[in-house]
């Protein structure tokens, strides 16, 4: 990692790299010669490596390199030294003048190229001085921004899965790395242990190995470390003091930022830093130190409770492996990132197989094109996401039947990154509501039967009474026909008698035969009046109870209307009197046609008990009002009583399964449940009610135009 330094305040430290003793002598003497406003130090390697070495232990303010070093033999590599040495100044020196060449090291990240037989005191001076006054322009330009580049660095570490040891030693050179006024390339990180009141090493850099063992524990209030651990406030020092408990022998004069790593009053570590002996303290460095020592107590906590986070990741596991839903994680690639037990039971597939392969390519016998497009259609809906109903095959051939939701994973500025299925396998619920919805309506016709037989007995009495009557009719006009006949043979052969012609008049006038002329086409056309009354009827209730289909078809509603009303006519014709507004021009709905009736049903029966509870024994007539209309791709039903209202308290749980406000064994309270559910889930309907108390109740069904005809 690239390591900046910034302007130091006492003495200008050169390193000069260069492998010609005789050569690096003759530029000591340059610099000892020059007259400059602050004392300069020197120090010499010889080849690149060792000054890549020293300028991660040391600071210094200028590199003097020779470009004839053995390991260079290019002006490339100087990249290396730069990119370590980052925005201070270096400047090439050549033997002999070659100025092609010098604008290759400069292109390649020297300040400037130097030639050293042409050079002088004075303009040695010049060069050094304005490089380092360049150098210091554009360290305190980059020094806040590789600040905060530090701070950002550490948060990112932070986010990292690494053991909590190496993830201290990447903070550590991190740090390291900042632009802090003398700090040299050593420090080390210690951590707390609460139970006992103790400081353990867990990173270090470029320490001793004796004071490393020396520093593997420290008390809290022993030392520096352990006194910053004490108090909770940071210990400076520019040189070893008597504050320096734990000393090794041959210890290199330094200074020190020990910084507390608090968290909520609790001391959970402290950074220890070298610094330069002399170094000046400054504001912007602790303010700074605060920072880091903020990001490092985020980072030893987050380890601290590693145990209890795997301890919840495996509670958490075993949570989600007993579920009885399905689970299917979704990642940003559209590949499947989570598979739980059920759905490797369901779809018979393990995790291994499934696991980081696209969910599209899944071997699963569904219809993804339909999952896949209901799954955009509610990530691109900003509303709550809807379940939908979707069938696969089993690896034995059976059909079931899926209800899945779809949630999205989005991050903090809302950025998708996948999504989660959950899906039950409802094939038995399914099955269980079809029971549960046809029991219920076997029950309403059960309950219809017996005034439907009285509906049909009423007509079958009178068409019976009238073909009685054209029976005997036809036995008396039969005698007449046949004398008639005798009469005739006998005119064939003029042998009528008056006496025959006389009895033929008294037959006639017995029978009354101009009273049967009259009364023989009123039966007959009351008989057919009759069985058409029984058909109306009968047609009806097999419109009403056999539909002819369970898809979505072309239905008249108006008609669907008059057939429940026949149907439930002797429920009502007690009560109320019922008054039709049918739009003669309603368009066909696409619906269910069954299931709409038993709405119809529902609703009627519900406004004729109503009605009844209002009226009573009194014999007084309610009345029920039908209409229909068509308004914005809507056909709308309205069917109002004249009952009493729905109660205050009531009318929030009027669709809630088994509510009902009749008495014990006169109601389920699952017609208005059901039929919320037919007209609103089945028909993407709308389903809802204005009541009044003491005037009566008006239900509301609304029903798409446009929907899908299956």
């Known amino acids: 990692m690239p390591h900046d330094i910034s302007q130091h305040s006492n003495d200008i430290r050169v390193l000069l790299v260069d492998d010609d003793p005789d050569s690096a002598e003759e530029m000591k003497d340059l610099l000892q010669r020059m007259d400059a406003q602050q004392k300069i130090e020197h120090n010499r390697v010889e080849l690149l490596a060792d000054a890549l070495h020293e300028i991660s232990q040391t600071h210094y303010d200028l590199i003097l390199l020779d470009t004839g070093l053995a390991d260079m033999p290019t002006p490339s590599a100087i990249r290396s030294l730069r990119d370590a040495f980052s925005y201070a100044p270096i400047i090439a020196t050549m033997k002999y003048e070659d100025p092609e060449l010098a604008a290759m090291w400069v292109g390649e ?66 740090i390291l790395s900042a ?65 320096h408990e734990n000393r090794t022998e041959g210890m290199s004069p330094h200074g020190h930022y020990v910084v507390p790593i608090l968290s909520r009053g609790d001391v959970l570590g402290v950074l220890t830093l070298y610094l330069r002996e002399g170094h000046l303290q400054k504001e912007d460095e602790i303010v700074f130190l605060q920072g880091v020592a903020d990001t490092l107590a985020g980072i030893i906590e987050r380890a601290r409770t590693n145990d209890q986070l795997a ?43 499934v696991q980081g392969k696209p969910i599209a390519e899944c071997p699963i016998d569904w219809n993804w094109e339909q999952i896949s497009n209901e799954i955009e259609t509610n990530l691109s809906n900003s509303m709550k996401s809807e379940r939908f109903d979707s069938r696969f095959k089993q690896q ?72 009685r009557f054209l029976r005997d009719a036809f036995e008396e006009i039969s005698e007449i026909i046949d004398s008639q006949h005798d009469l005739v043979e006998r005119a064939r ?17 017995e029978v009354d035969l101009e009273y049967l002329q009259e009364e023989i086409p009123k039966s007959i056309q009351q008989t057919l009046d009759g069985v058409d009354r029984v058909a109306t009827i009968v047609r009806a209730m097999k419109e009403f109870s056999h539909p002819g289909s369970d898809e979505k078809t072309l239905t008249d509603i108006n008609k669907a209307i008059e057939s429940t009303l026949t149907v439930a006519r002797n429920v009502w014709k007690y009560h109320a009197e019922v008054s039709l507004d049918l739009q003669p021009a309603l368009p066909q709905v696409p619906c269910i046609p069954g299931p709409v009736n ?113």
């Open 109 to 174: 990240g020297a300040d400037e190229c130097l030639f050293v037989g042409e050079m002088d005191e004075a303009s040695l001076k010049r060069m050094v001085e304005y490089a380092i006054k360049r150098y210091h322009t554009y360290s305190n330009l980059h020094q806040q921004s590789r600040t905060h580049h530090v701070l950002n660095t550490l948060l990112s570490l932070s986010l990292k899965e690494m053991p909590f040891d190496q993830l201290l030693k990447a903070c550590l050179d991190v």
């Open 179 to 243: 632009p802090l006024t003398d700090m040299l390339h050593q420090g080390a990180i210690l951590v707390s242990n609460s139970d006992n009141k103790q400081l353990w090493m867990m990173a270090h850099t470029n320490l001793d190995p004796e004071l490393v063992e020396l520093c593997r524990r420290v008390e809290f209030g022993q030392c520096l470390c352990g006194r910053a651990a004490e108090t909770g406030e940071i210990q400076f020092t520019d040189c070893i003091d008597e504050r």
């Open 311 to 353: 301890l919840a990741h495996q509670q958490n596991s075993r949570l989600l492996s007993s579920l009885t839903s399905i689970l299917i994680g979704v990642d940003e690639q559209q590949c499947i990132s989570h598979w739980n037990d059920k759905a490797a039971a369901v779809f018979e597939l393990t995790a291994e197989q």
């Open 396 to 467: 034995n051939g059976s059909n079931r039947l899926l209800s899945i939701c779809v949630t999205p994973y989005n991050d903090s500025i809302g950025h998708s990154d996948g999504y989660l299925l959950i899906a039950d396998d409802v094939t038995e619920q399914k099955q269980l509501e079809s029971e549960i919805q046809q029991a219920q309506k076997l029950q309403s016709i059960g309950q219809l039967a017996a005034g439907i037989a009285h509906e049909i007995n009423t007509p079958i009495q009178y068409v019976g009474d009238n073909v």
């Open 493 to 509: 052969t003029n042998n009528i008698a008056v006496e025959q012609i006389d009895q033929l008049d008294e037959q006639i006038d």
């Open 598 to 710: 038993e709405v119809l049903l529902n609703i009627i029966v519900n406004a004729a008990h109503a009605i009844a509870e209002k009226v009573g024994e009194s014999g007084e007539l309610g009345n029920i009002a039908i209409a229909t209309e068509s308004t914005n791709d809507w056909c709308v039903i309205r069917i109002s009583d004249s009952g009493s209202g729905i109660p205050e308290d009531a009318r929030h749980h009027v669709f809630d399964p088994f509510f009902t406000t009749k008495e014990v064994g006169k109601g389920t309270g699952q017609g208005l449940s059901l039929s919320h559910k037919i007209i609103v889930d089945q028909h993407d309907g709308e389903l809802s009610f204005e009541t009044e108390l003491g005037v009566g109740t008006t239900f509301i069904i609304k029903l798409p135009i446009t929907g899908e005809i299956n």
